[in-house]
């Protein structure tokens, strides 16, 4: 470059800097809720039922308050981390790069499962478990730095980490290294390798760090094209954020001074839950499907519809079907609940963590309800 020559890179950069003909477009958003409901208006073959949905929210209102639950709940899980600093942080990063796809088609006996403190752990325990085994046994499978190293963390040696009490292996364990080894360079290459300097970037916002997730990390950019409309659900990018929010109890690294923004969280067990209470409902034919425990196909009207999205390619994934509809309906749910109690804490983020742990423990009791639908993906 000659000295006549402009830098364009080094202009950028001191406008950036100091913040010159930068815009500011306001807080952040993470569009996650402008478009469930955009999915929502355009949906044909999944509806939400208003009286049921008030119905719904007194009854939801009065468990949550008769249980008090609150984001204390989180930690008081066996299995979750209870100390509050950098490590905690760490392990729930790891833990949301990894949470997705556990569900079997084998019998309760021959899934993936792991052996933890003699118990049998599995589906989204089992994950948790998998990592406090792992660093029982010195393995450093929540550092980032671990993760990039290929002589100490290979493939054989992750292979043990998800290691199985019978013949089935994690589901997708091809992806979830993948996973690991994008974020652990991504981290290194943009935040010193360290989570809680992405965390410090958002500078306390939830809706900022939702956004560098899905910015900066590929497995974490939950979002496609439907009937021409962007539209994004960042499920696990949202739930890191709330699950960090709920582990320190909205302080120190969990303070969010938009922690509202969050959504509830798409994924398999919420949509079910929904259901039995009779807020969502699908038509006939796609029902059927969902009890025949049939694999609905990435980019299928029915797939859209309910997750609001059109197949996001990967080689070996097929796009997942949580919901824009649940999403949309989990939002009527708490304005319904502030309508019936307008001092209540609660927001999106509380009612899902409810709704997952009441959909668990209606299985655990044999409670009969829809199953949850069958999709293989990355997402959740």
């Not at 939702?210 to 990018?237: H, M, P, Q, S, Y």
């Not at 069958?374 to 959740?380: M, P, V």
Request: proline share 3%; hydrophobic share 40%.
């Amino acid at each position: 470059m000659s000295d006549d020559e402009v830098d364009h890179e080094l202009l950028d950069l001191l406008r950036k800097r100091f913040g010159i003909g930068v815009q500011d477009n306001g807080p952040p958003e993470t569009k996650v809720l402008e478009s469930a409901e955009f999915v929502y208006d355009n949906s044909i073959d999944v509806a939400i039922d208003m009286r049921s949905t008030k119905v719904a929210a007194q009854l939801v209102l009065d468990e949550m308050e008769k249980r008090e639950y609150s984001t204390k709940t989180w930690s008081s899980h066996e299995l979750h981390p209870k100390a509050k600093d950098e490590s905690t942080v760490n392990f729930i990063f790891t833990m949301d790069l990894l949470n997705y796809s556990f569900w079997s088609e084998k019998s309760e006996d021959e899934r993936f499962a792991v052996e933890y403190k003699d118990k049998r752990w599995t589906g989204y325990w089992g994950l948790v478990a998998v990592l406090q085994r792992a660093l029982d046994e010195d393995i450093p499978v929540t550092s980032p730095d671990f993760w990039i190293d290929e002589e100490r963390c290979t493939d054989e040696v992750l292979k043990n980490v998800f290691r199985s009490v019978n013949d089935e292996e994690a589901p997708m364990l091809e992806e979830r290294i993948k996973c690991l080894r994008e974020a652990g360079r991504v981290l290194d290459e943009e935040f010193d390798g360290s989570v809680v300097t992405l965390i410090e970037d958002a500078k306390s916002s939830a809706a900022g760090l939702v956004n560098l997730l899905a910015g900066k990390f590929t497995c974490f950019a939950d979002e496609g094209t439907f009937e021409r409309k962007k539209v994004r659900f960042l499920k696990r990018a949202q739930i890191f954020v709330a699950d960090l929010w709920a582990a320190f109890d909205g302080e120190g690294y969990g303070e969010f001074n938009d922690i509202d923004k969050i959504t509830m969280f798409a994924d398999y067990r919420v949509p079910q839950m929904l259901h039995s209470l009779g807020v969502m409902w699908f038509c006939p034919s796609l029902e059927a499907k969902i009890r025949r425990l049939e694999m609905i196909e990435s980019g299928h009207s029915w797939e859209m519809q309910i997750r609001g999205k059109l197949a996001y390619q990967h080689s070996s994934q097929q796009a997942n079907l949580s919901s824009g509809c649940s999403i949309w309906a989990v939002e009527l749910l708490r304005r319904e609940m502030l309508i019936i109690k307008p001092e209540a804490k609660i927001n999106a983020i509380l009612i899902d963590f409810f709704l997952y742990d009441l959909a668990k423990e209606r299985e655990k009791d044999g409670i009969d309800t829809i199953p949850h639908h069958r999709t293989r993906s990355i997402w959740y």
